[in-house]
C-alpha cells in the first residue's frame, strides 16, 4: 500500500515504483473515479504512446 500527500494545489504525486506497478507511463493520462467503497480506481486511457501534451 502506499502513503500519499497532496500539496497546497490540491494535486497528489505518485512515485515512479506505483506508476510502474500500475502499468501508467509517466505523461499518460487516465480516469479516476471513487468506488462505492470510497477507494480510488485508475484507468489509463489509450496506449502508452498517448501522454499529455501530444
Known amino acids: ?3 500519499l500527500l497532496d ?3 490540491g494535486q497528489i ?3 515512479k515504483g506505483l506508476l510502474e ?3 501508467i507511463a ?3 493520462k487516465f ?3 471513487k468506488a462505492p467503497n470510497h477507494s480510488l480506481i485508475l484507468t ?3 496506449s502508452k504512446s ?3 501534451g501530444k
Open 31 to 33: 480516469t479516476i473515479e
Open 44 to 46: 489509463p486511457i489509450g
Open 13 to 15: 504525486s505518485l512515485s
Open 1 to 3: 500500500m502506499a502513503t
Open 7 to 9: 500539496n497546497a494545489k
Open 21 to 23: 506497478r500500475l502499468g
Open 26 to 28: 509517466p505523461g499518460q
Open 50 to 52: 498517448e501522454k499529455i
